[in-house]
Structure formats: C-alpha cells, structure tokens
C-alpha cells in the first residue's frame, strides 16, 4: 500500500509566509521532511531533516509504504522546485500540492514589479552563461532569476554591462522575511564588485525590450578565400537550418576551414560563443582573415585538431562537424559523453564517411539524413548547362532524449 505524499510550499521560510491549509494537512502526516533551516522557521510537528537529497529522492517509495509523507520545500513547489524532479523520477506516485508563496512574489512585491510578461530563470546549478543573461534580458520587460552564491547579481550585472544592457535596472533581495532581510535597486552598473548573498533572488527591468531580427544569409562572395575548402551557400543554408541554433548558444565549428559555417553561426547566435577548431595552417590564415572581415569578437579560433581541443572548450548547444582528419569516430564518442542533450550535424562526401556515420547515430534522437546535390549553371559556347557539384549528405540528429 502507498501511503499519501503531500508537497507543501513553506514560502521564505518562516511561519507567517506559510498558508493555514498547508500547516493543517501537514499535522496530519506521519513524518514531514524538509531542509534545517525550514525546520526551524517553520516549527514543523514530526519534522525530519533532509541531509543528503539524493539519498531521500531514492527513498521515498520506501517511505510511503511505511507511512504518509509531507514535504516542505522553499517558496512555490511549482517553480524550479522538487515538484517536477519527484514525477519525472517516480511517475506512479502521486501527489497532493499545496502552493506557497515564492521569493519571487516576495521581490516582485517589495519593488512593485509586475510579473505578467515576465520571464523567470533559475541559475542554480545550470549552464546560463553571459550571453543567455543578456539575450534574456533584451527581450523581456523584467526577467527574474533564482540564483545562487555562484551565480547571481553579480555576474548578472556583469554580462548586462559586456552586452551593452548596463542601463538597465536591478533588484535584488536577499534572506526575504527574516529579520536580516535585505533589499537592494538601482542602476545594472551601480551593483559593483558585490559578494553574491546566499538566499538571493534578483529581476531585471528593461525598459526597451525587443525581439531579435536575424540576419540574413550570405552568398559565398562575401568570404575571403585561398585554397582551403569551403562549403557552398546553398549547402550551408541546409547546414544552417538543421543546427537550429538559438541567439545565446555555445556552438562548436570542427574542422572550421575557410569559417564560412562559423561566421554564419556567429552572426546567428550574437549572445552565443562560437568556437571554430581548425588545425591546417592555410585554413586557420584565412579563417582569422573572415572573422576580422565581420567584426566578430565572439567567434573563437582554437588551432589545432578536434579530439586533442575539444575538452578545452565549454559544453556545446550545438556542435558541427565538417572536418575529422579520420577522428570522426572518436570525436562523436566524447561529443556523446557530454552531460547535456546536443544538436550535433554531420556534412559527409565519401562513401567511407558515410559508411562510418550511420552505425554511429543510429540510435540517437530524432536522426534525419538529407543527400542534397547543387547544380549550377555554366556556360558552353552560346548555350547554357546546369553543371552538378558533388553530393552532400548531411546528418543531424540529438545526442540524447
């Protein structure tokens, strides 16, 4: 038999923030799990604290079939909480939710911050580098983040300042409905070199957001050229469209040539970095040459060859690969090791490349394959014939669910 599981919002943590229903149902449960700090705020009958979370997430089947379970987590357990970990983990379990009120509704209300065409993001333990941070913020009237002593307004301040944000507006509250509550605003260049408090939250007002207009692509004049090879336009077009990149993403170019990929990815991806991995001496000359051509500060050229480079480089979004020097094999396998879901794309001419791919991806996420051959037209005398170049299949696929 599974006894009840109850999940309960605890607000800020102290007894006023929490809702009568929510103390109600909880007397009622055998055992009620929470941080130590809840504990103590909250003055919880039959709490127990949780000490390590992974070791409780595994035991909660084992509780409820001894006895019925409360758990108290901070502010909403809607919100970047342990409401969605426990149904993805355990999706036969179910559970009563109580809400509470979040330290976000906490902030929103101590400044008078509205929060319907708000964005939210929670920077505890994700990837949400400098980029992401302001791309975010350039489109939302106030975007409000969930941080960390690692990551908060502090190197929220700093991206906005690097991505041209710095007027930008910032709240910041911290240890919200203790006594040692404190509570800051001002100007996005004002916040300084400050300590991140460890109970924070922050928003960010942006009085001019805007939607980004992506540019369009480029035809294959536009490149400074020498010997190296270089995918063609129409070829990139296809290339491009199934990397489906996104303004902020982290994109890796291996086996960069010429760069026509890489400043494509570039110019798509304005709050993204870019990493073009290149090893051929005359490929990394004109690959510099390009990335001066278009003014891209956030297009990096790392030489040398892919599987010696790429754990140098921050975890990918998105990860091309047009050139392998016979590593093809051995840079999927570490691609793939990644802890995070990437888009990988794959561009193959020979027979043997694509012979060594499929068996490869087969079993990755949504894996398409597209042969696409490009004529063009070539002038014979007084007449005109479409003239094929060679075949390119290309490969995309996810590297997980």
Known sequence: MQHKLVMVGGGGGTEEYMLPIARKVLEKMDCVYASKRLLL????????????????????????????????????PLLYSLYRTITIR?????IDVIPGVGSLQLLAAAFGLTMEESKICSMHGREFHAGKIAYTVSRY????????????????????????LGETMLYVGA????????????????????????????????????????????????????????????????????????????????????????VECARMCPYGQVYAVEYKAAALEVLKKNRALFSLEHLHIVAGKAEEKMGTLPVADCVFIGGSGGALAEIIAYICSLPKKIRLVISAVTLETQSL?????????????????????????????????HPITIYSCETRA
């Open 90 to 94: 355990y999706p036969s379990i179910s």
């Open 41 to 76: 705020g909250l003055h919880v009958k039959n709490g127990r604290p949780i000490h390590n979370l992974s070791v409780f997430l595994e035991k909660i089947p084992q509780h409820l079939e001894k006895e019925s379970v409360g758990i108290i987590v901070s502010g909403d």
């Open 175 to 262: 240890d919200l409905t203790y006594p040692e509550q404190k509570l800051w605003h001002g100007n996005i260049k004002s916040y300084g070199e400050r300590e991140n408090p460890a109970l924070c939250v922050a928003a960010v007002k942006n009085p001019e957001p805007r939607e980004l207009v992506l540019p369009a692509l480029l035809p294959d004049s536009a490149f400074i050229r020498n010997a190296s090879p270089m995918t063609k336009e129409e070829i990139r077009a296809v290339i491009l469209s199934k990397m489906r990149l996104h303004p902020g993403d982290v994109v890796w170019d291996l086996g960069a040539g010429t760069g026509s990929i890489s």
């Open 357 to 389: 791919l499929l068996p490869l991806l087969t079993e990755k996420t949504n894996l398409e394959v597209v042969q696409i051959a490009v004529s063009s037209v070539k002038s014979v005398g007084n007449y005109h014939m479409l003239e094929g170049n």
């Open 141 to 164: 009237p106030v975007t409000f983040f969930f941080c960390s002593k690692v990551h908060g307004p502090r190197e929220i301040a700093k991206a906005l300042i690097q991505y041209g």
